[in-house]
């Protein structure tokens, strides 16, 4: 049975230090966008805007040199997507970044090396 895609509600932006300062002003002070300061933590270097639907969110990462856009895939069935997946010889990124314990979700890199979280359609990636 093929599982059933869909756009997850965050798209993640990691930008370079030396981009973040004026990645971070064009969307708060140009564009003002409105923060949703509940959901990321700017003392970490990462800060959340309302983007329509979605949820923009930028953060800040030291060891890139350009700037990566990461997406979400939600789906109900994490085991029967990474089956799915494996058949069609989607590549697996287990590496990119750790999920929090039991988090049954998985990294992605679809042909371009554009990333995906594969999650459960009410998890977020942040």
């Known amino acids: 049975m093929k599982p059933?895609?869909?756009?997850?509600?965050?798209?993640?932006?990691?930008?370079?230090?030396?981009?973040?300062?004026?990645?971070?002003?064009?969307?708060?002070?140009?564009?003002?966008?409105?923060?949703?300061?509940?959901?990321?933590?700017?003392?970490?270097?990462?800060?959340?805007?309302?983007?329509?639907?979605?949820?923009?969110?930028l953060c800040e990462v030291d060891c890139i040199s350009r700037t990566e856009i990461w997406l979400h895939l939600a789906t109900a069935d994490e085991a029967d997507a990474a089956f799915y997946l494996a058949q069609h010889g989607v590549v697996r990124r287990d590496e990119i970044a750790p999920l929090p314990d039991g988090d049954k979700g998985f990294w992605i890199s679809a042909p371009g090396g554009l990333i995906h979280l594969v999650s459960n359609l009410g998890n977020r990636m942040d």
């Open 4 to 57: 059933r895609f869909e756009g997850g509600s965050t798209l993640l932006v990691r930008i370079p230090p030396h981009e973040f300062t004026q990645t971070l002003s064009f969307y708060r002070d140009i564009l003002q966008l409105e923060e949703d300061v509940n959901f990321c933590k700017p003392s970490l270097g990462a800060h959340a805007f309302c983007f329509g639907a979605l949820r923009l969110v």
